[in-house]
């Protein structure tokens, strides 16, 4: 009834498969914590360590795109949740140093990716200017809350669903806290 071929030739395809995803896995892990950590300097004002990193995470990432090709890697969460983490910590980079925020070049990345970076940039906005607004900084706030509110300018041209919608929720809620933040800084000024 079934061939033998048949099955020896699946069960070798998911053995191959399952191995190529704990390949991708082992090598998505420490780029997702590398990105986290990259934010959290940033949120210290470790700029140049952090440009650093992102150089290194990009090269990494450019590397594993080629070792593996970038429409396998994207069939694995563990490899887009690093990509999705990189970017927040590249665009957070970028916002910090008044670069454009765009694609980057030399990486074959999802769009889904792109905005749900841009969707979580607007939290560690967000918590920029919380910080901020414990040292009096009332232009960085004001900045912030400029930004943020383009972003989500631009977000609403799409009619998000799933995860995204999820992630522009948030955003609008990271935009209403800065809001809250820039009018309890201009009622007790």
Same mark, same amino acid.
């Given at each position: ?35 986290? #950590? ?26 594993? !795109? ?16 690093? @990509? ?45 200017? @919380? ?9 960085? @706030? ?5 930004? @943020? ?15 995204? #919608?999820?992630?522009?929720? !948030?955003?609008?809620?990271?935009? #209403?806290?800065?809001? !809250? ?6 009622? #007790?000024?």
């Amino acid at each position: 009834m079934i061939k033998a071929t048949f099955i020896n030739n699946l069960k070798t395809s998911y053995k191959n498969k399952n191995q190529e995803r704990g390949k991708i896995i082992r090598l998505s892990n420490p780029l997702l914590h590398d990105s986290k #950590r990259i934010i959290f300097a940033l949120h210290r004002m470790e700029t140049d360590k952090a440009g650093k990193e992102l150089n290194r995470l990009e090269d990494d990432l450019k590397k594993l !795109q080629k070792q593996l090709g970038a429409s396998r890697l994207e069939q694995e969460g563990s490899y887009k949740a690093a @990509v999705e983490e990189y970017l927040e910590a590249k665009f957070f980079y970028n916002w910090q140093q008044e670069k454009p925020i765009e694609k980057i070049k030399g990486l074959n990345i999802s769009h889904d990716s792109y905005l749900g970076a841009l969707s979580d940039l607007c939290g560690e906005i967000a918590r920029y200017c @919380v910080n901020q607004a414990a040292k009096r900084n009332t232009e960085a @706030v004001e900045k912030g809350y400029q930004d @943020v509110s383009q972003i989500l300018s631009y977000l609403t041209e799409f009619d998000f669903t799933g995860y995204l #919608r999820t992630k522009y929720d !948030q955003a609008r809620g990271h935009l #209403r806290k800065i809001e !809250q933040i820039n009018y309890d800084i201009n009622i #007790r000024s």
